[in-house]
C-alpha cells in the first residue's frame, strides 16, 4: 500500500506544495508545529532516513538548507528546526519549522490547520524562492 505521501504526490490527496523535483517534494504539514512547518519527502518510498542512498541524502539536505533560508525569509524566526521523526509514516520525511523558543519544537498535541492557511503559508514560501 502507499504511503500517505505517495499518494499526496500522485494527487490523490490534496497538498500544498511549496517545491517538486525529480527526487522529492516540498509540501506543507497538515499539523503544522508553527505557521511555515513544511517537510521534505523524497519521491521513493523508504522506511528509516539511515537507508537513504548518498546521493539522495546529499540532495534532501541541500533541498532542506535551501528550504530554510526561504523559511526564514517568509517567516522571520531565530532559527530553523529540522526534525527526522519517521514513526507516523513509515515514509522518510523531514520536518523543518520556524523556531523561536525551544517551546516551538513539539511534534504531539498539534491541530490541523485550516486549508485557507497552508496555501498561504505555501505561497509566502513560493514567492521567496523566486
Request: net charge negative; aromatic share 4%; proline share 7%.
Amino acid at each position: 500500500m502507499a504511503s500517505i505521501f505517495s499518494r499526496i504526490m500522485r494527487g490523490e490527496i490534496p497538498g500544498h506544495f511549496v517545491h517538486e523535483d525529480d527526487q522529492c517534494v516540498v509540501i506543507m504539514t497538515i499539523q503544522p508545529m508553527k505557521p511555515g512547518h513544511v517537510l521534505v519527502i523524497p519521491r521513493d518510498e523508504i522506511d528509516h532516513w539511515d537507508d537513504l542512498p548518498e546521493a539522495l541524502y546529499v540532495h534532501l539536505m541541500g533541498v532542506s538548507r535551501w528550504m530554510a533560508k526561504a523559511i526564514k525569509r517568509a517567516f522571520p524566526c531565530k532559527r530553523v528546526g529540522m526534525l527526522v521523526v519517521g514513526l507516523e509514516v513509515p515514509h522518510v520525511h523531514i520536518h523543518l519549522t520556524p523556531l523561536d523558543t525551544m517551546e516551538d519544537i513539539r511534534v504531539l498535541g498539534l491541530e490541523m490547520a485550516p486549508a485557507e492557511e497552508l496555501a498561504s503559508a505555501a505561497e509566502k514560501i513560493r514567492a521567496v524562492l523566486k
